[in-house]
C-alpha cells in the first residue's frame, strides 16, 4: 500500500529532486567542460607537431615557468605571427594557392 505524503513530505521529496537534478547538470556540464579542454589540447599538440615539423627552427624556442619569461623568449614568433595574420591578401593568395593544389 502506498503511503500518503503530508505537505512537508512532498515538499521534502520536491527539494531532494531538485537538488539531484542541479548535482546532475552540474555533473554534466563537467563532463562537456573536460571533454572540451581535452579536445583543445590535442588540437594545440597537433598544430604545434606539425609546425615544429615544416619550422623545425621554432625548436630554438623554450618554454619558461612564467608568462612573462615566455613573452619575452616567444616575442619575435609572436611579430612574426602578428604580421603573417595582418597581410590578408597574402593569406588569401596562400589559400588560393592551397586550394588549387587539393583540386589539381
Known sequence: MKK???IDERI???IERARQE???????AARAKRKEVAINID???IIGELSVRYFPELLQ????????ENQEEFAPLIRF????????KYI?????????EVWD
Open 61 to 68: 624556442f623554450h618554454p619558461y615557468r612564467t608568462h612573462g
Open 12 to 14: 521534502a521529496q520536491n
Open 22 to 28: 542541479k548535482h546532475r547538470l552540474q555533473a554534466q
Open 92 to 100: 588569401s593568395r596562400l589559400k588560393e594557392k592551397i586550394n588549387r
Open 4 to 6: 500518503i505524503l503530508n
Open 81 to 88: 605571427l602578428k604580421e603573417l595574420a595582418a597581410d590578408e
Open 43 to 45: 588540437r594545440q599538440r
